[in-house]
């Protein structure tokens, strides 16, 4: 079974409903998928208050990861070694990069500009 961790953009077209996500979405069937606090984070960080319930309920069907020394390191050494050539990634999605290849997980993105390492796997 695919493993497969979720990043920001792909969480929020689910919970606008987009219909090129939630297709892909079906098409990958029986999955286990995974979110990030980062993304937890990133996804409260630009929500009203009214959509606190919706969110709620689509991240109960995530299971949700710890971040650790390890997954610390993996992004330390992410950004070190692709901050001169990309500056426009983020501390987040190096966290997200090193999440995925931690936990030996597929990810899932629509911003493949921000994940320039040549060892993770991609949806």
Not at 16 to 37: D, N
Not at 42 to 60: N, V
Request: net charge neutral; aromatic share 14%; hydrophobic share 45%.
């Amino acid at each position: 079974m695919d493993k497969i961790l979720l990043d920001s953009d792909v969480v929020i077209n689910l919970l606008k409903k987009k219909e090129e996500t939630l297709a892909k979405l079906k098409s990958l069937g029986a999955c286990e998928f995974y979110i990030s606090p980062i993304v937890i984070a990133e996804i409260y960080a630009g929500a009203r208050p009214k959509e606190t319930e919706q969110i709620k309920a689509l991240f109960s069907y995530f299971k949700s990861l710890d971040i650790n020394d390890e997954v610390g390191v993996i992004t330390g050494n992410y950004a070190n070694a692709f901050r001169k050539a990309f500056n426009g990634i983020s501390l987040e999605d190096y966290m997200i990069a090193a999440t995925a290849k931690y936990y030996g997980l597929q990810l899932w993105t629509y911003n493949r500009k921000h994940y320039p390492m040549g060892d993770l796997v991609f949806v």
